[in-house]
């Protein structure tokens, strides 16, 4: 609608110089109905794939022996640590609400686990992270005498929260989201200009937060160099 409008303006035919030029009812409301349509068929197109998607997983899943709406019910062992931590990171910047509520009860995320972001406290791969999921593993185990919420199609296809394949693209998306945003943390605490973290980040920090920062760059021009050879 306002490219009609803007249309109209710009080109229409005025009766008075310098004034604007009043849109036809027709081709008014004909832009909001196809706006409209084009809504709802994205919506729609949408919910297809979405459905389509989740009972594909769910019965990979499945195969292996996973319940796909209760995934963490045996523990974290599908996940990768890469996931895990791209949802730890999510879990971190998420206000209190049901979204929250359903990462700590379905992850065993907490407050007070040994994560951390600006700069990062854990690497996959480490004994930290081994140690960090045995935190998580043991706030479920806390859990166990609660009802677990199931992770319905709807849920997967706007948060994506079940286990994925780990192959090398999918790990560097995961890792790239995680320290991304432990590189906005550091931003947000130390200043927004990395030349001068010297000055701002506490001695033991600066490494890590060095880290980080290089490590995001890396990751973004490895993505986009894979992605520009498909």
């Known amino acids: 609608m ?8 710009l080109f229409g035919a005025r009766s008075v110089e310098g004034q604007g030029v009043t849109v036809p009812e027709e081709a008014f409301y004909a832009t909001a109905v196809f706006g409209l349509a084009l809504g709802i068929g994205g919506y729609l197109l949408w919910l297809l794939r979405s459905l389509r998607s989740y009972d594909a997983f769910s019965k990979v899943l499945g195969r292996g022996g996973l319940d796909p709406k ?14 895990l931590l791209a949802l730890r990171s999510r879990y971190e910047n998420l206000s209190e609400g049901d979204l929250k509520w359903l990462f700590r009860t379905t992850f065993g995320f907490h407050a007070d686990d040994s994560f951390s972001l600006g700069p990062l406290s854990v690497l996959p791969g480490t ?20 009802s677990r919420p199931e992770i319905g199609w709807l849920t997967e296809g706007r948060q994506r929260l079940l286990p994925r394949k780990p192959d090398e693209v999918l790990k560097l998306v995961y890792a790239l989201r995680y320290t991304v945003d432990s590189v906005r943390a550091l931003k ?5 200009r990395a030349d001068r973290w010297h000055a701002t980040v506490p001695e033991g920090k600066l490494w890590d937060a060095v880290r980080d920062y290089e490590d995001a760059r890396r990751i973004q021009a490895t993505l986009n160099r894979k992605s520009r050879l498909r």
Do not use: K
């Open 188 to 192: 947000r605490r130390y200043g927004y």
């Open 2 to 9: 306002t490219a009609v409008v803007l249309f109209y303006n």
């Open 70 to 83: 209760r995934p963490t019910l045996r523990g974290l062992g599908a996940y990768s640590d890469e996931q």
């Open 127 to 146: 004994f930290e992270m081994n140690a960090l999921r045995v935190e998580w593993e043991a706030e479920l185990i806390l859990r166990s005498g609660e």
